[in-house]
């Protein structure tokens, strides 16, 4: 089981700050990362023009029972950023969530299945990910297959979830398939299984032609179920101890997503290899925060994480409204309706913190939150005093300016 939302929270303030300074350590790192490195720093009103909600101030507040800064830019990285992985990936748990009902309504079911290629030890993350996309390109411009497996699972769309973990193999990229098909082909789909595993790996073959013939034909074979080796599976079924077909619930595809809820989950998330996703890398020893840098270098021009098939969202509209109301319910209601605000920490405070953040390579932002939850202002301006942030600028309210009409005409 995972631990309590706020205890959740304050571990992934921490780990984004880790990971913050982990890609900050090159001057080439700090502007290739840099949308990474300034995410929940920098307030929306200093680079937007139309947006001046508390202009001059980063508000504090206490929401889902713990404590958050409000107005910050946000990366939107799902690779690197723990923060907005959590946020963004829930979104997409929401959005399956109502694809699975709808389908279910419909008589269709969810089956998952998982894509690889082979890897070693001595590959890197990006040679790796290049083949893994490689061979899922070529295998999706076969028409002739496409139409073949259209006939046999009927399939009414799918949703692409690319994941990596890193083991005693190496670097191990792979997707995760979520495909929805009528519940009476689930026998078909499976004892025909082989042509689609085949057709994977030969996709494989004709997408490595850098490999000397007998590397790739040996390859080929594993991949195809020729050669057993239970490192180097090709397209792997979801089934039951039974042999049939396990039908896929929203819980068991996102296992495997590397959001700060993962992270939280300790031993609870090891692999049986004791593999370990990239956001463990990075809040591990210092030659398993090189290979964070190493995965996030080859992550870097990567853009989505989850992808669906066109019209699938659509098909299911309805279902996913129904799923994002009733998580908004439940927050309205955790929070009381609305954020309670702490204080408000003025922008020359917030620079100083992020300023002291640089100098003393100590999470101030995280220890502030940590504080503001249990003891209010009052806990903030002890972080503050603690760290010699000078005169710093915090106010239970905005300070306004009133100007009086009999001022004016005196």
């Not at 299984?193 to 080929?220: G, I, M």
């Amino acid at each position: 089981m995972g631990r309590d939302r706020n205890i959740l929270h304050n571990e992934e303030r921490f780990l984004l700050h880790k990971i913050q300074s982990l890609l900050a350590q090159t001057p080439q790192n700090k502007v290739k990362f840099k949308s990474v490195i300034t995410c929940k720093k920098i307030p929306v009103a200093t680079i937007s023009p139309f947006y001046h909600p508390n202009a001059g101030y980063v508000p504090v507040v206490r929401r889902l029972q713990r404590a958050d800064f409000l107005n910050l830019i946000e990366c939107n990285n799902t690779f690197l950023c723990p923060h907005c992985a959590y946020r963004i990936l829930n979104k997409h748990a929401r959005i399956i969530q109502g694809i699975i009902d709808g389908a279910r309504r419909e008589n269709y079911v969810g089956i998952m299945y998982v894509l690889t290629v082979p890897h070693y030890k001595y590959e890197s993350s990006e040679q790796v990910l290049n083949k893994l996309c490689g061979t899922w390109a070529t295998f999706k411009r076969h028409g002739s297959f496409k139409r073949k497996w259209k006939q046999i699972a009927q399939e009414i769309g799918h949703v692409t979830s690319l994941e990596t973990t890193y083991g005693v193999n190496g670097w191990h990229h792979h997707y995760h398939i979520l495909a929805f098909v009528p519940k009476s082909q689930l026998e078909t789909i499976r004892t025909n299984w082989s042509l689609f595993r085949e057709h994977w790996a030969k996709s494989y073959e004709k997408n490595s032609c850098t490999y000397d013939y007998p590397v790739w034909q040996s390859e080929y074979n594993r991949m195809a179920g020729y050669e057993a080796d239970p490192y180097n599976v090709g397209a792997s079924l979801s089934t039951n101890k039974d042999g049939s077909i396990r039908i896929a619930t929203v819980s068991e595809y996102v296992t495997g997503w590397s959001s700060a809820a993962e992270i939280a989950k300790g031993n609870d998330k090891l692999h049986e290899s004791v593999s370990k996703i990239p956001f463990e890398l990075a809040d591990g020893t210092p030659e398993e925060q090189q290979l964070f840098l190493e995965y996030a270098d080859s992550v870097f021009r990567k853009r989505q994480r989850i992808s669906y098939t066109p019209k699938l969202q659509r098909r299911f509209a309805e279902d996913i409204a129904a799923k994002h109301a009733e998580a908004e319910k439940k927050t309205a209601e955790a929070c009381g309706k609305q954020d309670t605000t702490i204080a408000y920490i003025s922008y020359k405070t917030w620079n100083d913190i992020l300023q002291a953040e640089d100098e003393l390579d100590e999470p101030i932002r995280e220890l502030i939150l940590i504080n503001a939850f249990r003891r209010g202002i009052t806990g903030i301006r002890e972080i503050l005093l603690e760290f010699s942030i000078a005169d710093p600028e915090v106010y239970e309210e905005i300070p306004t300016i009133s100007i009086n009409y009999d001022c004016i005409l005196g």
